[in-house]
């Protein structure tokens, strides 16, 4: 792949009070990509995909994601958020509405789209995530896997151009865990950009094009997972996936 | 339907009947040829309307504060610092002074007349009383709408942040809505202590209930075998009033904790 990377991180840096989080993380990722960030809790993970839509805001470096600087004070964060998609561990619905309202707020609200448009998208999404007939159910009557879904859905129904999955499946019942990996599998499938922060190493192994390996905030391995699950080379990396593979 | 709401039940059928018992006696004595009570009859339509105004000025004091202490709860989470610091002082000072200071600073600051449009009003000693009331409530409830939001899982932010929502439309549609529950009982217990309060006004010369009946019995020579039934009857009033609120507010307290 010789074209320009969708997204690009050089020398990021980033540290909450006094203690360093990201310290110099370079990264390439390509349109139609899927990426696989590994690494032991507290490595920095869930802060690097953050920084991704600027929700963790950086203190060196430069992110550009399709041309756009978002480490720059005069960043429109709400023009980034709209092309980036975010989905969280847990889940975080919108308790007070619908199945169906929680996707379609945003595009009625933030993009101020048509009603009828975007109830067609949604409840295409709805099909796509294979929830149909739940549209008019609370979040608090789904399952785990069901809400990771729906989020998935509300996430997709902004039409972002990458999609940003943190831990997705970490707060999930094992049966739960497949349902989910499945949707994202399809997804990135479809030809989606796809980032997961993930300690699923068997869907890593299967379906990222791209691994990364954090450590103390810094990448320690990097490589398609065929090579980098079978042939490590840094110490840290080699200990770590002895420990979970 | 459990045994958290059993205990409860019965314990309101218990004082529902102690207090029907009471009603009854305080009725028949009412009726009583007791010299008191028919001037008490007599003077009951005169008191009643002075009640009225206490339930009226209660009524608009706490949609005052209501606003008022929504419009402060935001600016304390406004992310300019010189909005929510003024707003943060503001609620301190109110919450923490007594509030018949409040009151009286308020009718005496207060211009006796207003004019508007070329029209000279002259500002009622009750509305400024209304004033005067909402001021501490506003401040309370301000921070009641304040720990609501807090309430508020802070992934709720954060989702509606990685969907582009601007930060006024994440509070108007996904914070807020989220909280009216939880504010409900609390909210109805500063209207309670708010309607309770409204008597404060009588020392600043408003005709409400305390005033009216003062009226009644100056009317009758201050004779001060009136004393007791008189007072007696504005308590009954209020108990009346208060009373099933406060036991609403109670039970929605009670079903709120047994749902987390």
Known sequence: MHEEPLIRLRSVQKSYGTVKVLDGINLDIFKGQTVCIIGPSGSGKSTLIRTFNALAPIQAGSIKIGGTEVNDPHLDQLALRKRVGIV???????????????????????????????????RRLLATVRLSG?????????????????????????????????????ALDPEMVREVLVTIRELAEAGMTCILVTHEMAF?????????????????EAGPPEE?????????????????? | MNNHEAVPRRQLIATLIVVLTLCSALLALFFSDVGAMSTLRKWMPHILKGFLLNIGMSAAAMALAT??????????????????APAGLIIQICRNTPWLVILFAAML????????????????????????????????????????????P???????????????????????????????PPWMNWYSILALSTPLAAILGV????????????????????????????????FLYIWPISAVTSRLERRAVFKK
């Not at chain 1, 561990?89 to 009625?108: E, S």
């Not at chain 1, 069901?146 to 039409?159: D, H, K, Y």
């Not at chain 1, 890593?204 to 320690?220: C, F, K």
């Not at chain 2, 009216?212 to 504005?234: C, E, H, I, K, R």
């Open chain 2, 67 to 84: 606003g008022a202490g929504f419009l402060l709860a935001l600016m304390r989470i406004a992310r300019s610092a010189y909005i929510r």
């Open chain 1, 204 to 220: 890593a192994r299967e379906v990222a094009d791209y691994v990364y390996m954090l450590d103390d905030g810094r990448v320690v």
């Open chain 1, 88 to 122: 969280f561990q847990q889940y975080n619905l919108f308790p007070h509405k619908t199945v169906l309202q929680n996707i379609m707020m945003a595009p009625l609200h933030v993009l101020h789209q048509n009603r009828a448009a975007v109830e067609k998208r949604a």
């Open chain 1, 228 to 245: 980098l699950f079978s042939n490590p080379k840094n110490p840290r990396a080699k200990e770590f996936l002895a420990k979970i593979l």
């Open chain 2, 207 to 238: 005709q409400e209930v305390v005033g009216s009946t003062q009226q009644a019995m100056a009317a009758n020579n201050s004779d001060p075998g009136l004393l007791v039934p008189f007072y007696l009857f504005v308590m009954l009033l209020f």
């Open chain 1, 134 to 170: 739940l549209e008019n159910r609370y979040p608090g009557e789904l399952s785990g896997g069901q809400q990771q879904r729906v989020a998935i859905a509300r996430s997709l129904a902004m039409e972002p151009e990458v999609m940003l999955f943190d831990e997705v499946t970490a």
């Open chain 2, 109 to 152: 600051l207060f211009p006796y007349d207003l004019e508007a449009a070329g029209y000279r009003f002259s500002v009622p000693g009750w509305f400024k009383a209304v004033i005067g009331l909402a001021i501490p409530v506003a401040a309370n409830v301000a921070d009641i709408v304040r720990g609501a939001m807090r309430s508020v």
């Open chain 2, 154 to 184: 802070s992934g709720q932010w954060e989702a509606a942040e990685g969907l582009a929502f601007t930060r006024r439309k994440t509070i108007f549609l996904i914070i807020l809505p989220q909280c009216f529950k939880a504010m409900i």
